[in-house]
């Protein structure tokens, strides 16, 4: 098992060396929704999870993740995103003897509903249109074998349906995420990645496409047309618009217990980003817990490549705190991220164990 870990190692390092002009899709893709990430945990740890995935939003970041769950479940991140839309996820997950962990999760972007404007009435008409994002998903995750070493190894897929809306329109499609975790047994390591929205391409479509319609027949008596006109029937021109591809992405990850002794943990955590539609990401987080109960977290977005300087991606920092009652164990986590000119992003996640 010790070839895999270098494999892996070697294979994050050339990741990192992908040089930038390498990348020849940036902006393409779209549901651009899908790449916001859930989870206040996640966020404050620069979204560096591909190798801790140790919490049901794992079933985003690495569905294999959820093979480490040994009670039922439940997250809620609530976000205050950018440009006033709010955006929220909920997760769901339950592991079951000689099964595995199945789980679920529901995606929800919402814009703010805007004024229609028109040529003739640029200043606004006094109507309104609303568009929105969603997507709900089922997990599958199962550990394939443990050793006394400590070796583990787990596998996952999360098999999601995606929908739009613009106004009347929508694109609807679906998209699969598959990850492994993989537990070295040297020391605490472990390495994660996953391959997440693999699917076919989505299309807009609705009745504001259509235009150009033609009343059938003729309007002329029959003195001068004696039989029906079925040479002008009723056409619709409909407007086709391109198929854009979904914002796929592969992510390779690490993590280690730096410190665990008595009282205190702190594990750091790396991922490397490789996505269709950008240039690659190096995210690190850092976490530490005392006793289990309060967390402390810090992490950092890094841009590769040339556009790296206009990267409004950076800081994230996050503070959370585990309360028990009884049997049930409840989680609260904040975090706050720095998007430059953009301004800053706040989330808040609610957890459950049960």
């Known amino acids: ?20 002009h390498a990348t020849t899709n940036v902006g393409t893709a779209g549901a651009q929704f899908l790449k916001i990430g859930p989870g206040a945990r996640v966020d404050s740890l620069g979204g560096a999870f591909g190798a801790l995935a140790d919490d049901v939003t794992s079933i985003y970041w690495n569905p294999a993740g959820i093979s480490q769950l040994e009670k039922t479940s439940f997250s809620d991140t609530h976000t205050i995103w950018l440009a006033d839309t709010r955006y929220n996820y909920l997760a769901f997950a339950v592991p079951i003897e000689n099964v595995g962990t199945l789980g679920a999760s529901v995606t929800f972007l919402n814009v703010p509903d805007t004024e229609i404007t028109t040529l003739a009435k640029p200043d606004g008409t006094g109507l309104w249109y609303a568009a929105y994002d969603t997507a709900v998903s089922v997990a599958y995750a199962r550990q394939l074998y443990e050793q006394e070493s400590g070796v583990k190894l787990s596998v ?107 009282e205190n943990l702190l594990t ?10 950008n240039s690659e990401r190096l995210n690190i987080g850092m976490e530490y817990w005392y006793r289990k109960m309060a967390a402390i977290r810090a992490g950092y977005k890094f841009r590769l490549g040339e556009d790296r300087a206009d990267d409004e991606e950076g800081l994230t920092l996050g503070l959370g705190i585990h309360l028990t009652l009884g049997k049930r164990l409840l989680s609260l986590d904040y975090a706050f991220a720095d998007f430059g000119h953009l301004q800053q992003a706040h989330r808040v996640s609610l957890g459950l164990q049960f």
Request: aromatic residues 10%; without cysteine.
């Open 156 to 262: 996952g897929i999360n098999a999601k349906y995606i929908h739009q809306q613009i106004h009347r329109e929508s694109a609807r499609g679906i998209a699969i995420d598959v990850g492994t975790l993989y537990h070295t047994g040297w020391r605490s390591l472990r390495i994660g990645m996953s391959f997440s929205n693999f699917g076919p391409e989505m299309r807009f479509s609705g009745p504001d496409l259509e235009s150009g319609t033609e009343e059938a027949g003729d309007t002329r008596t029959a003195e001068y047309r004696p039989f029906p006109d079925t040479t002008n029937p009723t056409r619709t021109a409909v407007l086709e618009t391109i198929e854009f591809p979904l914002p796929s992405n592969f992510r390779l990850g690490i993590a280690y217990d730096v410190i665990d002794i008595g």
């Open 268 to 277: 750091l955590a790396l991922d490397a980003n490789h996505p269709n539609d």
């Open 1 to 20: 098992m010790r070839y895999i870990t270098y494999i892996l190692l070697s294979a994050l390092i050339a990741l990192w060396a992908v040089p930038s």
